[in-house]
T-cell receptor, first 110, second 116 residues
Framework: EDQVTQSPEALRLQEGESSSLNCSYTVSGLRGLFWYRQDPGKGPEFLFTLYSAGEEKEKERLKATLTKKESFLHITAPKPEDSATYLCAVRTYNDYKLSFGAGTTVTVRA | DSGVTQTPKHLITATGQRVTLRCSPRSGDLSVYWYQQSLDQGLQFLIQYYNGEERAKGNILERFSAQQFPDLHSELNLSSLELGDSALYFC???????????????FGPGTRLTVL
């Protein structure tokens, strides 16, 4: 069964303090790894799709990277508006669904 | 705004009742997925429809059913509701008719179901 584990569960940062979130996965035949941002009570908002080891994607203060076993979401010089839960999900070649990790809740203090 | 719409936003009902959640996918998307998010289980896949046909099934309870209509909107029916069914229900869509199969799923704002 596909397993997606995110760490840490929660992260408290000072504004401007860069950090990284981890997503480790155990799947058979990774088709794609996805990062979403979710605000309380809202739907997940798509951030990135990564397909192969070594791939990197950037958007504003966020940068996602992928290896054969894990993905990192780097937050550079975060601002309070970056506070949210960040979700990692995988899709395999054998399936259509996304399997999600439990998420990392990031709080950025001004 | 992802372009996926869901109604209603909130639903409060009693145990044993039946409810219907509605989802309209992004314009041109053929696939609709339903997910349940509860505090203890996280986001869990329920079921997928592609162009009106059921394509994949997750751990969906027998009390739950779904369908996708010719205009591609989808409905999730939950019956004999129990307290444990209280959760956020999300719809997502993908696979634009003019781009073929794509991987990224775009999520709607969700329906919060409270069973009392």
């Amino acid at each position: 069964e596909d397993q997606v584990t995110q760490s840490p569960e929660a992260l408290r940062l000072q504004e401007g303090e860069s950090s990284s979130l981890n997503c480790s996965y155990t799947v058979s035949g990774l088709r794609g790894l996805f990062w979403y941002r979710q605000d309380p009570g809202k739907g997940p908002e798509f951030l990135f799709t990564l397909y192969s080891a070594g791939e990197e994607k950037e958007k504003e203060r966020l940068k996602a990277t992928l290896t054969k076993k894990e993905s990192f979401l780097h937050i550079t010089a975060p601002k309070p508006e970056d506070s949210a839960t960040y979700l990692c999900a995988v899709r395999t070649y054998n399936d259509y669904k996304l399997s999600f990790g439990a998420g990392t809740t990031v709080t950025v203090r001004a | 705004d992802s372009g996926v719409t869901q109604t209603p936003k909130h639903l409060i009902t009693a145990t044993g009742q039946r409810v219907t959640l509605r989802c309209s996918p992004r314009s041109g998307d053929l696939s609709v997925y339903w997910y349940q998010q509860s505090l203890d289980q996280g986001l869990q896949f329920l079921i997928q429809y592609y162009n009106g046909e059921e394509r994949a099934k997750g751990n969906i309870l027998e009390r739950f059913s779904a369908q996708q209509f010719p205009d591609l909107h989808s409905e999730l029916n939950l019956s004999s509701l129990e307290l444990g069914d209280s959760a956020l229900y999300f719809c997502a869509s993908s696979d634009r008719v003019d781009r073929g199969v794509t991987d990224t799923q775009y999520f709607g704002p969700g329906t919060r179901l409270t069973v009392l």
